[in-house]
């Protein structure tokens, strides 16, 4: 799958970068968020990395949410500088 890129010239130096990152690789970004909270949080009577989905959405569900949307737009963006080539100041 790929992004969709639309890239506006604002200026002489200045890009406007709209980035639509696919569903299926937003849900694989949420995945591995939720397997480092897992693993990185304490949960009340599951070993660590143990804990089900379920309470992991309960308890941490916006910080994961945070983190994954995070992390699919950073990579998407610097996909998006490299294939399309813009240098960065």
């Known amino acids: 799958m790929t992004d969709r890129v639309d890239i506006k010239e604002i200026g002489p130096c200045q890009k406007e970068i709209s980035i639509r990152v696919p569903a299926a690789e937003m849900a694989q970004e949420l995945d591995e968020a939720y397997q480092q909270l897992a ?49 960065i100041v």
């Open 39 to 87: 693993l990185s949080r304490r949960i009340p009577g599951f070993r660590p990395g143990k804990a089900p989905r379920a309470v992991l959405e309960a308890r941490f569900g916006r910080e994961a949410r945070s983190e994954a949307l995070y992390h699919g737009a950073q990579r998407g963006y610097l996909r998006t500088i490299r294939e399309a080539e813009i240098p």
